[in-house]
């Protein structure tokens, strides 16, 4: 499920940077089946960068800060939930400036 | 006699931990990521100790705080001095620390006294006692050391349950991810001793990532960024292209992998800063090419301890492959080829050693005497309410994206404390305690955030521990909006021939909410056709019947509306959205007529159809007629259900005399004593239908039971444990809808496992058998005359065919039961 996951991430995003719509619909009722099945993923583009989070294995470009952020995400974070406890399966690949 | 059972794989670049119980194997994995293997790294951070992947990450930020690799000087005198700390750290210490994170990877609950750890064979006295002492300084009373290559061919002949008779020798090649060793192995009625073993520490499967950007990426990036040597550009200190050589860093390890599995890849290049959207192709014979000279190097190395041994290639039986490289094809055909021996590659090649080092403890016996009167059971807290040291502070409830979590300690202690969150996404490392805790904490957005608080003392043993701390984002906050009522969304409910409320949103959400519903069509609409599908969104319990809701946004979409037949079964999508001020919008999108239609609904209009409400009291009346027959008995009962009824009635009239165009508020008043009726009706009935559902559920788990103990299945138990898992939340529901949904899975499941033993369906065909009315009474006597002949000859297959056959050649109106008859219904389910 989880190369499932990031292949489907893959084409979302290159479907958005080439401005491709058509899939959109189809790419949402994806995404929507494979919630119901417990999974769910999360791009962190764009959120705060701290020591501490463990969701994501981060390349720091830079001297480091208390600003930094996301600035690419290569992998996104695969989450499972079972029992109303969601687990992360697959740490975000992102690189931090 | 109790066996230690645990086996740590200390290794270069990254560790692993495994115990082995009775034979069976268990490789932990790091709460943290769910990952099996820890980096062996350690950074220091101002008063923060970071373990494994994290530190790892900081290695190139902060290289005076970060160690790695450290197992290269143990039993030196190097010391590693720590910037951040002013002071010393000796490699021992550093492994203690990943062994004592390792330690934390074990779920199950059980303190681990005793490990065996294993080690390089080329490691000597000094070296091995260094990392017998780090397992002490990580809290192990006990430390077994145990050799790489022997763990490795533990776990190949475990898994393979090998018995050896005469003395063989093996060759293990291990490639990892920064190190080779080959290592010759003498095995001898399943003792196993290293003769030799040679090796190279710097030479992994990193080389191989730094290869493909070197040598295939570069020349084609040159001619797109107009640059030259760009690779000098790489590696020097202020690389203007660091970002992309990070991303290529990444992207080339992936095609790695994908050149294990496929003949060729292609890595996607995505850098904005110079304009490049490029795709490179790379093919497995270009890969191998590079990677050719490596695989060399590694077989002279193979090939050397022959010959110091005065062995040739005849005498070795296998070559064990173990080390993540050795996925790699290329790696395997050229060991085979240019050995001349076989090679094996059962074994998990990242775990292998890990795993053979649990089996080793799994045999090894404890010398440790267990004494539960002097255990001291009071050295971890379960709840942090027996000590009244901590005492743990923190909003349940919050609307931002950080949390203070606050710990009052009276003593003053000198340890450690550190805070993780149960998803895995958050970890603060060990933080030197200084008083009392005052520490924000990630949340993630729209979930309950569990954590988990540990504090340890110096040695960083655990005295305190609180896994209570739960937090909840965007949930019952007093700052937001909340919602008053479900909002729900009334489907079909085909099984019983009703309609039903489906929750979108629950009560006590916080505003603005949105969501994306799919649904299909329960029946089927010509387009121009009078027929239609009815979208009603309903405040009220989503328990309830969808009549004693308060219908807050309604569309019809009739066969009029559609520019193509909308066919029963396909796909109807919703988004369905509610404001912070309760604008409700939704958006009907039919996916067979690639139609959208979108409204939006005020709280101040009401949308009453008065069809649809004339046909809601009918049904309610009807409801009653029929219970006032089941309870005869209990006049209290009747009277009060003859009391809904007449009002009903009399609203039904009141309705019926409102003209078409009438514009006062006579139908919403309607609507608002309709839905009380409704709702005190619904009172009366749903505990009732509830303990019948539970009942019925009650038997059929006890069905199911019954049918599991006389097949004994491991699949079908599985699944039967699956459906029990969330038994009790689904029984104190009160949701009759998810308790039949329940009782749903088990009669699929009890058909499922009546169906897997085909002389179950004696039985059925011999009810069939008495049958008279089959729609094509011939066919069906000639099935029962073939199903006769196959029980005789105890052919059940047969049977279960002829049961299958005669059950299609039943009366129609047998088959037609539970069909769906009301044509007024949603059209959605």
Partial sequence: MREILNQLYEIDQKSKKNNLTLFDRNMKRIFHEIEHMGFYTKNPLGEKFSEERTDIDATIMGKTNSQMKIVKVLKPIIYKKEADQAIIVQKGVVIVE | ?829
Avoid at chain 2, 322 to 347: A, C, M, N, Y
Avoid at chain 2, 488 to 515: G, M
């Fill in chain 2, 1 to 829: 006699m109790n066996t230690i059972n645990f086996g740590i794989d200390l290794g270069t670049t990254n560790s692993l931990i495994a115990k082995c119980n009775d034979g069976v194997h268990q490789v932990f994995k790091n709460p943290l990521g769910q990952k099996e293997t820890l980096a062996s790294a350690v950074a220091f951070r101002g008063n923060r100790i970071l373990v494994g992947d994290k530190a790892r990450d900081l290695l190139e930020k902060d290289p005076l705080n970060v160690f790695t690799s450290f197992k290269r000087k143990m039993g030196t005198t190097d010391r590693y001095f720590v910037e951040s700390l002013q002071k010393n750290i000796s490699p021992i210490e550093l492994s203690a620390y990943v062994l004592k994170e390792l330690k934390n990877f074990i779920h199950t609950g059980e303190t681990i006294e005793e490990a065996v750890i294993t080690i390089p064979s080329s490691f000597d006295t000094i070296q091995s006692n260094a990392t017998k002492t780090a397992g002490e300084e990580a809290g192990f009373k006990n430390v077994f050391l145990l050799q790489e290559p022997i763990a490795a061919s533990l776990a190949f002949a475990n898994q393979n349950n090998i018995t050896l008779d005469t003395q063989k020798k093996w060759l293990i090649y291990d490639f990892g991810g920064g190190t080779f060793d080959v290592a010759l192995l003498q095995i001898n009625e399943r003792e196993m001793n290293v003769l030799d073993n040679e090796g190279d520490n710097f030479l992994g499967g990193m080389d191989l990532d730094n290869l493909i950007i070197e040598k295939l990426l570069i020349p084609k990036l040159e001619l797109l960024l107009n640059e030259t040597k760009l690779w000098d550009k790489f590696k020097a200190p202020e690389n203007p292209y660091q970002k992309l050589y990070f991303e290529l860093l990444f992207r080339a390890e992936e095609a790695k992998k994908e050149l294990s599995r496929f003949e060729s890849t292609e890595i996607d290049i995505d850098y904005p800063e110079k304009d490049i959207y490029t795709s490179i192709e790379i093919t497995r014979a270009q890969f191998n090419t590079l990677l050719a000279p490596l695989v060399t190097h590694t077989i002279d190395f193979a090939k050397k301890i022959l010959a110091n041994n005065g062995l040739d290639n005849t005498a070795i039986e296998k070559v064990i492959m173990v080390g993540g490289t050795t996925l790699i094809p290329f790696v395997r055909q050229e060991v085979e080829k240019h050995l001349g021996i076989p090679i094996d590659t059962s074994v998990d090649p990242t775990a292998a050693v890990g795993i053979g080092a649990a089996y080793y403890a799994g045999n090894k016996t404890s010398t440790i005497v267990k004494n539960e009167e002097n255990e001291n059971k009071d050295d971890i807290l379960s709840t942090p309410t027996t000590k009244k040291t901590f005492e743990v502070f923190y909003q349940k409830n919050s609307k931002d994206l950080e949390e203070l979590i606050a710990i009052a300690i009276e003593e003053n202690i000198e340890g450690y404390y550190r805070i993780t969150r149960k998803d895995g996404g958050f970890d603060t490392g060990l933080i030197a305690l200084e008083g009392s805790i005052n520490k924000f904490v990630d949340l993630v957005a729209g979930e309950v955030n569990a954590f988990e608080l540990k504090i340890f003392d110096r040695n960083q043993s655990v005295i305190y521990s609180n896994d209570t701390i739960k937090i909840h984002q965007g949930k019952y906050n007093i700052q937001g909006q909340l919602l008053p009522n479900d909002i729900c969304l009334e489907i079909d409910d085909i099984q019983y021939n009703t309609t039903r409320l489906e929750a979108i949103f629950k009560k006590n959400s916080v505003l603005p909410l949105k969501k994306t519903l799919y649904k299909s069509a329960s029946k089927t609409i010509l387009k121009g056709d009078t027929g239609k599908i009815q979208i009603n969104i309903v405040e009220g319990d989503d328990n309830g019947l969808p009549s004693s809701g308060l219908s807050i946004g309604y569309i019809e979409i009739s066969g009029a509306d559609l520019q193509q037949d909308l066919i029963k079964g396909t796909d109807i999508e919703l988004n369905i959205a509610i404001s912070e001020s309760r604008d409700i919008d939704v958006t009907i999108f039919l996916n067979a007529c690639e139609q959208e239609f979108t409204n939006t609904f005020k709280p101040t209009e009401r949308y009453i159809s008065t069809s649809k409400m004339a046909n809601e009291m009918n049904v309610v009346v009807q409801q009653i007629e029929t219970e006032l027959q089941k309870n005869s008995e209990d006049y209290t009962l009747l009277a009060k259900f003859n009391k809904i009824r007449e009002s009903l009635i009399e609203l039904q009239i009141e309705l019926s005399l409102l003209a078409d165009t009438d514009v006062t508020d006579a139908k919403f008043k309607i609507d608002n004593q309709k839905r009380a009726l409704i709702q005190s009706f619904d009172q009366l009935t749903r505990h009732k239908d509830l303990n019948t559902d539970i009942a019925t559920y009650n038997l059929k788990v006890e069905e199911v039971k019954f049918h599991l103990n006389e097949h004994k299945n491991e699949f079908y138990q599985a699944q039967f444990n699956q459906i029990l898992s969330n038994e009790r939340a689904v029984l104190n529901s009160g949701n009759k809808y998810l308790i039949r949904a329940k009782i749903e899975e088990l009669n699929a499941l009890n058909n499922s496992i009546f169906s897997s033993n085909d002389a179950n369906f004696i039985g059925p065909f011999l009810h069939y058998k008495m049958v008279e009315d089959y729609s094509d009474q011939r066919k069906a006597d000639q099935l029962i005359k073939e199903g006769e002949k196959a029980l005789q000859n105890q052919q059940y297959n047969v049977v279960k065919h002829v049961v299958y056959q005669l059950a299609a050649l039943l009366p129609q109106e047998r088959k037609d039961e539970n069909q769906f008859r009301n044509e007024d219904k949603t059209g959605l389910r």
